[in-house]
């Protein structure tokens, strides 16, 4: 079956980076985009874009530009998603999805990213 | 960016019941419009997709409609499980857009 595996929790310092990975099983993995996506209890759930996973290029939300940066390896079916200057407004926890051509239809767990001194 | 204001942001049921949750896009988005669903410990799976789709798995209690900028997402009788979070999405342009969510509480 379809699955998505992330890693886990993150606790980091203001200023830092933190690189999420999301291992994906059950499918050919190049054969569909994965997005990101970010969910708080203020802001909700927000696109943060995708990235085809065969040839690499992505489309990242406006807001996540220099946020945000999305990458595989095919080789593992891994994608990631790394998080640069981090602020408490970072904290949140991030999702990766398979991007079929209507709908996210399989989510992985999620990761959960605090941001504290 | 397309604003989606889903309604209501709570809803009380009893088991067995019928209920309806809607969703407004800020500008027509041609059926491009998912549900989902989110469990307490954070699982997130699709219902609905392109409007009435019903999404692989999914009990057929769950239902889709709607077109232009409206849209709603109709559970016809409460099972159990189905108390959670409610989510709708659409598709139509970049970047994705979300509402913000209906809890589906027990009565």
């Known amino acids: 079956q379809v699955q998505l595996q992330q890693s886990g929790a993150e606790l980091a310092k203001p200023g830092s980076s933190v690189k999420i990975s999301c291992k994906a099983s059950g499918y050919t993995f190049t054969r569909y985009y994965i997005s990101w996506i970010k969910q708080t209890t203020g802001q909700g759930l927000e696109y943060i874009g995708y990235?085809?996973?065969?040839?690499?290029?992505?489309n990242y939300n406006e807001k996540f530009k220099g946020k945000a940066t999305l990458t595989v390896d095919k080789s593992s079916s891994t994608a990631f998603m790394q998080l640069s200057s981090l602020t408490p407004d970072d904290s949140a926890v991030y999702y990766c999805a398979r991007k079929t051509l209507y709908v996210m239809d399989a989510w992985g767990q999620g990761a959960s990213v605090t941001v504290s001194s | 960016d397309i604003q989606m204001t889903q309604s209501p942001s709570s809803l009380p049921a009893s088991l067995g019941e019928r209920v309806t949750i809607s969703c407004r896009a800020s500008?027509?988005?041609?059926?491009?419009l998912n549900w989902y669903q989110q469990k307490p410990d954070g699982t997130i799976k699709p219902l609905i997709y392109y409007t009435s789709n019903l999404q692989s798995g999914v009990p057929s209690r769950f239902s889709g409609s709607g077109s232009g900028t409206d849209y709603s997402l109709t559970i016809s009788s409460l099972e159990p499980e189905d108390f959670a979070m409610y989510y709708c999405?659409?598709?139509?342009?970049?970047?994705?857009?979300f509402g913000a969510g209906t809890k589906l509480e027990l009565k």
């Open positions: 990235i085809n996973t065969g040839s690499g290029g992505t």
């Open positions: 999405q659409q598709d139509a342009s970049f970047p994705n857009t």
């Open positions: 500008q027509g988005i041609n059926n491009n």
